[in-house]
């Protein structure tokens, strides 16, 4: 190959290697840029979710605030009054996920317990009795729950401070005044068909009306806990929307992420089947909900991934291999029409120089000019014959080298008939005999032939 065939090609694959890098470039700048975008859009998204959560339960927390307010308001809350102020809450169309909203009365010693049950047994619940049965230091009882359906009535003269998870949360709402959010726990509402996992909220209520300044005080003047047991699922119902949402969430108790501690799957919710892809973006995040540590886990949707994937990126690098092909081509086009156009122009330089040794080495003399009668060919037969090179002589200074003669060697020719100047006005002169008689030099005899010189166009120009 040579160095002209090396040059035309490593010119256009140098341009196509340097724009498809440039094209590669501004795919993956497109491409970093989008991500970027999404990420942003993923964690603004997250913020609203983990917003509307946290805000879902301290709407919640005044309903327990407002049950808690009755009691510190009368001097008994009766059974009646308790339903009616459930009843105009409305919890189905208003605060979907609660199943009620009841009160554990606090009863104490063993010694309190027979009073107790004999009290509600005059209400007219004769079969009622604290449940489990069996002795332990202290007692609670679900008194009022409602509604008071058949689900809620499950759980009447349930004493919740007989099982540990429960408990935790009673003591620590009971000694801080504050509500408390119990782990995760198996309803006793639940039935076969309704088991998922639920939690409960607390609020205590004491006898002083308000909460006691100290630990000690806390304690002694208990009366009880307005509460509200919730179905996890039914709690987040509405946040997620099949269809709508593009991210996903998963609540665990504490910061655990084992199964067991799965308080809500929003994947199940949406029913997403990730077939073993992982989320493409993804964070976790703490947070106190009534003293208790949740840990909610944000899960980009397949529906999330659909709008990030744009097709810009690879529209772009696309583009970008077309172009790098195309501008490499009219490169390698002009370097190949540049290569002929030299190659050709060396041919004629070559041709040219051949010409000029053989009209050099003619032993005819060669002249042509243009219209001006400017001479441009004048070879060295014609200067031995004219006592030199007149290319350079205007015509009118002819007369000092030569003198032209008709063929008897004594009659002059005038300038328009001489054989140059026929010629030029387009005559052919053929073999014609004429006498030049140059300067220091013998009368020389010759025979000239000539005729215009036309171009492409049919144009004379010499």
Request: charged content about 25%; hydrophobic content about 35%.
């Amino acid at each position: 190959m040579t160095r002209l065939e090396t040059r035309n090609v490593l010119i256009p694959f140098s341009v196509f290697l340097v724009l498809l890098c440039v094209s590669v470039a501004g795919w993956q700048f497109a491409r970093s840029t989008i991500e970027e975008q999404s990420l942003r859009r993923f964690e603004a998204e997250s913020s609203y979710l983990h917003e509307q959560i946290k805000s879902r339960f301290n709407t919640y927390a005044q309903v327990l605030r407002g049950g808690v307010g009755m009691f510190n308001g009368s001097q008994n809350v009766s059974r009646e009054e308790w339903q009616f102020y459930v009843r105009e809450l409305s919890l189905a169309e208003y605060f979907p996920g609660i199943l009620g909203v009841g009160f554990s009365q606090w009863i104490g010693s063993a010694d309190n317990l027979p009073g107790h049950e004999r009290e509600i047994r005059e209400e007219g619940f004769r079969d009622y009795e604290v449940v489990p049965r069996g002795e332990r230091e202290n007692y609670t009882s679900i008194v009022y729950l409602e509604p008071f359906d058949k689900r809620n009535r499950r759980a009447f003269g349930y004493d919740m401070f007989s099982e540990v998870t429960r408990r935790e949360a009673m003591e620590r709402a009971r000694d801080t005044g504050s509500a408390a959010l119990s782990g995760r726990v198996e309803l006793v509402q639940n039935t076969p068909s309704t088991i998922q996992p639920g939690f409960l909220l607390y609020l205590p209520v004491y006898s002083t009306k308000n909460v006691p300044d100290t630990l000690e005080r806390r304690r002694g003047t208990l009366t009880g806990f307005v509460y509200s047991p919730f179905h996890a699922r039914e709690l987040m119902k509405g946040i997620l929307q099949q269809g709508l949402s593009t991210i996903s969430f998963q609540i665990y108790d504490q910061v655990s992420s084992a199964e067991s501690a799965m308080l809500y799957d929003g994947e199940q919710e949406l029913e997403i089947n990730r077939q073993g892809v992982p989320a493409h973006f993804s964070s976790s995040r703490n947070v106190d909900i009534a003293g208790r540590t949740w840990s909610i886990h944000y899960l980009s949707t397949p529906s999330f991934n659909t709008l990030k994937d744009s097709a810009f990126p690879w529209v772009l690098l696309a583009t970008g291999f077309l172009l790098s092909i195309l501008v490499s081509f009219v490169a390698w086009m002009l370097l190949s029409a540049r290569s002929s156009v030299e190659r050709k122009t060396s041919e004629l330089r070559m041709q040219e120089d051949i010409n000029s040794v053989l009209l050099e080495n003619l032993a005819e003399g060669v002249v042509a000019c243009g219209p001006d009668l400017q001479f441009s060919i004048f070879n060295k037969s014609a200067r031995d014959w004219h006592a030199g090179n007149l290319k350079d002589v205007p015509v009118d200074r002819w007369s000092e080298h030569f003198e032209l003669f008709e063929k008897d060697g004594l009659t002059p020719v005038p300038q328009d008939q001489s054989p140059l100047t026929r010629a030029l006005a387009g005559e052919s002169v053929r073999d014609e005999e004429f006498c030049i008689v140059a300067r220091g030099k013998s009368p020389r005899f010759v025979l000239v032939s000539g005729g215009s010189l036309p171009d492409r166009d049919g144009q004379r120009t010499g």
